[in-house]
């Protein structure tokens, strides 16, 4: 059995690891972190775990790192690079989830993020923890960057377009709607009740933090540098992600077609299901798991393909993508405590 620890384990995300890691089949959970909750017993501020598990939560220090095969950080961004190095030297594997790690450029990292990176050399250590796309990988690195839910949703519906030559990559627009829950648990106006509910809101447009990782992922795939408008809209749900994405096509193509090339990309993946033709993706579908949603359509008249993807952003978004990348690095079967049917209604 490997040893799991949690870093930052009060949070959304890390309360999520906890919910799928208790009933893993192949871990046991060793160490759960919380600065601000250490000495409390997990279910005291996680009562949704109460009688799953019973640890005391501790403060982060390196030694966390000597006790477990596996650790992961859920913590805020630009705090995990301040652990990283020293963790990595006590031997255990890291999956991250914040965005210290996941673009390859430091200078982006600290244009995008506001603050210089502590550890530029560590960067190229870590391998970009999209299964799909970098599964080899995956399995043998000392340092996993899991991506951010924007992007899991973004660059898993535009991914089969960024390798043919019958599309535009320089005309991409994503426009990304998320549940209340992709804030995070601190409190915020934004996510107060009267703030959010029966509210629909834009923000962070030209300029959201993700943007550069969607960037850099599908230019990797394209071969060429590439950029893409991005907007963010905040909805009144306490979970889910959907994405319409729209690229230009170069020439005439028509829905079945479209479709017949994504579900051939996609077609040995076990968490992406290419809708059939006509259906479009829809959050409340895919809740509780870590599947992705994918639809098409072609809208002929003005020549561009529009592309559905619909995620549960703390799940494929954060947490059992974590998980996913977790059996990857340990040898065990990549759907092993994720194969499970999404909640509904």
């Not at 915020?188 to 933090?209: I, K, M, N, P």
């Amino acid at each position: 059995m490997a040893q799991v620890s949690i870093a930052g384990a009060t949070g959304y995300t890390g309360i999520e690891l906890l919910r799928l890691l208790v009933t893993h089949p192949d871990v046991e959970i060793g160490t759960l972190t919380a600065e601000s909750q250490a000495g409390k017993n997990i279910a005291e501020v996680a009562p949704s775990l109460a009688g799953w598990i019973d640890r005391t939560l501790v403060k982060l220090t390196p030694d966390v790192a000597k006790e477990c095969d596996i650790l992961f950080l859920a913590l805020p961004h630009t705090t995990s690079m301040k652990h990283v190095p020293a963790l990595l030297q006590g031997g255990c594997r890291i999956i991250d989830l914040s965005a210290d790690y996941r673009l390859r450029d430091a200078a982006v990292y600290g244009e995008w993020y506001q603050t210089p990176h502590l550890n530029p050399e560590v960067i190229k250590e870590a391998v970009y923890g999209l299964p799909e796309l970098h599964r080899e990988q995956i399995k043998g690195a000392q340092l996993v960057a899991n991506p951010g839910c924007y992007p899991t949703g973004a660059i898993l519906a535009l991914a089969p377009f960024m390798t043919v030559d019958w599309v535009n990559v320089k005309s991409i627009i994503v426009d990304s709607k998320s549940g209340v829950s992709g804030a995070g648990r601190t409190l915020s106006q934004t996510t107060q009740f009267c703030e959010a509910d029966e509210a629909v809101s834009a923000y962070g447009l030209g300029e959201h933090r993700h943007t550069p990782e969607i960037e850099q992922e599908l230019s990797g795939l394209a071969g060429k540098s590439l950029t893409v408008t991005f907007s963010p809209h905040l909805m009144p749900m306490k979970r889910g992600l959907l994405t319409t994405a729209y690229i230009d096509l170069k020439k005439e193509m028509d829905r079945d077609g479209l479709h017949a090339h994504v579900a051939q990309f996609y077609d040995s993946e076990p968490f992406v299901r290419v809708l059939a033709p006509g259906r479009y993706a829809n959050t409340s579908h895919v809740a509780g798991s870590n599947t992705c949603d994918i639809g098409v359509q072609v809208d002929a008249r003005n020549g561009r393909a529009v592309i559905t993807s619909a995620i549960d952003n703390l799940m494929k978004g954060a947490s059992s993508q974590a998980i996913q990348n977790m059996n990857l690095m340990l040898g065990i079967g990549e759907t092993t405590g994720l194969d499970h049917p999404p909640l509904f209604p």
